[in-house]
Structure formats: structure tokens, C-alpha cells
């Protein structure tokens, strides 16, 4: 057995191996393991997104009668050795995973976590939970994304974009993020079930608070992201509540039967109100950053 520099063009042999490689990514350093005769074992992958390039997000894959032998963890060794800079990998995947114990042998450390989210709107809890939302504070309008521009739209997701993910995965650029989510934002927005919370509307004040961007997942099921617009405005809790309150209104009218709120556990605002929901479901989703083992 060696390990050896990969490319893409394995990626025949690596299907050959029964080992899925997604091929539409363009790592920066891979890495084969492969037995004298060109079978593969396994082979790991690093890349780092623009968008949020403190740390690589790495895949590896060894073949399933080949596992707890130690490949995948010299597979990570080795890739790293190629990295051209010394930022952590991390994984993000379902907390129930079998590679998560793989990855508490590396001394994985978990920076984030997406609860399940999704609240059933048929469910006859919830429509009496929904039914006590509150409304805006006064002076406070809830509008469809119709009542706004797209500019407007997008400067709010911008500004609400940057505080959700500062912390724990800052991006690199407030127009990197606008030139990925502008055009979902322009295209796939849906103009009605979206809401926000806005002061001043029509004046030139006008200010977005509060904002549910919503998209569609399927035809029952809307996929959606909703925070407040600023981490710390007073009225937050009350604001992003009633851009829900007409969200699911919305939603619920138009035969949606689910409203996945696709956010994190720190979420200051959303992320409590929703739990406090009678009925909440989906999965959970983890994000564990590892240092990679030196070789
Ligand atoms: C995760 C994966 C890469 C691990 O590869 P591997 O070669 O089996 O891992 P290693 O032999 O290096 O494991 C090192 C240690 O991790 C732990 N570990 C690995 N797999 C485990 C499992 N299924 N259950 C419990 N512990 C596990 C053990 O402590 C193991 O040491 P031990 O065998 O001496 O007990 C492999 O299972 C795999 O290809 N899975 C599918 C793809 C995947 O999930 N990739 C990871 C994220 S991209």
C-alpha cells in the first residue's frame, strides 16, 4: 500500500473502489491510498471556501473492509502536509454520523450546531402557538418582500449575514457573501411568504429590522433564514417573532405544510423562539473543527 498526490482524474478509479467523490469541487492538495496494483483504499480531499476561508473543509473515504486500520487518520496527515496554510479542518455533518467518533479520536472540537428547525404547520399545536405570536412594536410595519427593493432585501441579509456567522465562521468579504446569496436572493426569493420588519417604510429613513428570507424546497416544504437585523436592537425577540407571525400566515395560506428554519443554536432571537414551538422537527446538523495529526 502507498499513499501518493491525487487529482481529480482518479476520481474513475476512486468509483471503482465504491467510494463517491463529489468531482465538482477543486481541491487544494489530495491525496490516494492505493495497493501496488492501482486498486484504491481511500483518498482524502482539502479545500478552502472564499467565503469563509479560516478553515478547510475536508472529505475523506476509506473503503468499508479496509476501515480502523488507521488510513483515514494518515490519510488527513498526509493532505495536510499540503495545505498552504497551517488553518484547522473541520467536518459538518448529522450529529448521529459514525465518522464523529473518528473524529473525537482526533480531538475534535465542536464550534457550532444546527438543532433540528423545522416547524410543521399543519400541526394543530402550532397553529395555536403561531395564532399567539405577537405582532410589530409600534411604528413598526411587517411587509412582504414585494413591498421592498432588492436592494434593500439584500443590504438587510448582508447586515444580518455578517453578525449570524462573526463569531464562529466570519466571512471573508461583504461582497464575496453578496455575490453567492445575491443572485438566490434575486431569482428564488419568494416575494410574498418572505417578511420583514420595517421602520419608516417609504420614508428616507426607511430601515429594515428584522427579516425571513424564504425559498422554496419543495412544494411543501419552505426553506428559510430569519434573524433580526442587528445582533443587539432592543426590540429584536419581539421583531423577529412577528416576521414569523406573518411568514407562517403566509406559508400556511398558501398549502405549505412545513417551514424548515434553516439556522444555528446561536441564533440570539430566532433560535429561542422557535424552540419554544410546540412541535419542532428535523435533524441536527454539527460542525466540528480538528487539527489535523502530524504525519
Ligand atoms: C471516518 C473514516 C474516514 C475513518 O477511517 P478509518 O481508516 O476507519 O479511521 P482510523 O482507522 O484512522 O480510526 C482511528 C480511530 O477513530 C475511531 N473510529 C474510527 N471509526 C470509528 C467507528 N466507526 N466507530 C467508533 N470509533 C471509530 C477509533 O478510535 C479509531 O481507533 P481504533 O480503530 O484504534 O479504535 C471512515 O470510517 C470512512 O471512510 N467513513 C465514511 C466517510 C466519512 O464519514 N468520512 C469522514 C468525514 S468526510
Known amino acids: 500500500m502507498r499513499i501518493r498526490p491525487g487529482r481529480l482524474e482518479d476520481s474513475a478509479a476512486i468509483n ?9 469541487v477543486r481541491p487544494e492538495a489530495m491525496v490516494v491510498a492505493e495497493e501496488e496494483d492501482g486498486s484504491v483504499l481511500g483518498f482524502a480531499y482539502i479545500f478552502r471556501s472564499n467565503m469563509h476561508p479560516s478553515r478547510y473543509w475536508a472529505t475523506v473515504r476509506v473503503r468499508e473492509e479496509r476501515r480502523r486500520e488507521g488510513l483515514g487518520t494518515r490519510l488527513i496527515s498526509e493532505v495536510a502536509k499540503e ?15 459514525p465518522a ?9 472540537r465542536e464550534f457550532q450546531t444546527s438543532p ?9 399545536r402550532n397553529q395555536e402557538w403561531f395564532r399567539h405570536l405577537p405582532g410589530a412594536p409600534a411604528g413598526v410595519d411587517v411587509v412582504p418582500a414585494s413591498a421592498l427593493s432588492q436592494e434593500t432585501i439584500l443590504e438587510a441579509f448582508l447586515d444580518t449575514y455578517r453578525w449570524v456567522h462573526e463569531q464562529w465562521s466570519r466571512p471573508a468579504s461583504r461582497e464575496y457573501v453578496a455575490s453567492v446569496y445575491g ?6 426569493l ?3 411568504i418572505s417578511s420583514f420588519a420595517v421602520r419608516g417604510l417609504g420614508t428616507p429613513e426607511q430601515e429594515v ?4 428570507w424564504s425559498f422554496h424546497e419543495s412544494l411543501t416544504t419552505l426553506d428559510a433564514v430569519g434573524e433580526s437585523v442587528l445582533e443587539d436592537d432592543p426590540d429584536a425577540d419581539q421583531l423577529v417573532a412577528a416576521v414569523l407571525n406573518r411568514t407562517v400566515a403566509a406559508a400556511a395560506e398558501k398549502g405549505f ?3 424548515n428554519l434553516d439556522g444555528y443554536a446561536t441564533d440570539r432571537h430566532m433560535y429561542p423562539l422557535e424552540r419554544s414551538a410546540p412541535t419542532v422537527t428535523g435533524t441536527g446538523l454539527v460542525w466540528i473543527e480538528y487539527d489535523p495529526p502530524e504525519a
Do not use: C, H
Open 100 to 108: 464523529v467518533k473518528w473524529l473525537k479520536s482526533l480531538k475534535g
Open 190 to 192: 419568494d416575494q410574498d
Open 83 to 97: 495545505r498552504q496554510v497551517q488553518a484547522p479542518f473541520y467536518f459538518r455533518g448529522r450529529e448521529n454520523d
Open 209 to 212: 429590522l428584522a427579516g425571513i
Open 257 to 259: 405544510e412545513a417551514l
Open 183 to 188: 443572485p438566490d436572493l434575486q431569482d428564488d
Open 16 to 24: 471503482r473502489a465504491g467510494l463517491r467523490i463529489n468531482t465538482r
Open 116 to 124: 433540528p428547525m423545522e416547524l410543521p404547520l399543519t400541526d394543530e
